[in-house]
């Protein structure tokens, strides 16, 4: 592994994208982004959901039938 140094990176050239490819890029991106948003927390939701459900259904202290109309309530 060699050794890198200030002056080493220094020498980098960076490219940078023009204006209007990163416009481009956050119009095609942003609806993406904000779908695993939505859906990142629909998953929360549902996990916690399940979470508070599960111990209810198993003991028996709460049917299926109470359980899925406590959801579309």
Partial sequence: MTNLSKG??????VLTPSRSVIEA???YSAPIL???KTLML?????RRTRDLLL???ISG???VAEAETA???
């Fill in 42 to 46: 629909q998953n929360q939701t549902l």
């Fill in 34 to 36: 904000e779908k695993i």
């Fill in 61 to 63: 202290q709460l049917s």
């Fill in 8 to 13: 080493k990176f220094s020498q980098l050239t």
């Fill in 55 to 57: 111990p209810r259904l």
């Fill in 25 to 27: 890029y956050h119009s």
């Fill in 71 to 73: 959801l579309n309530a």
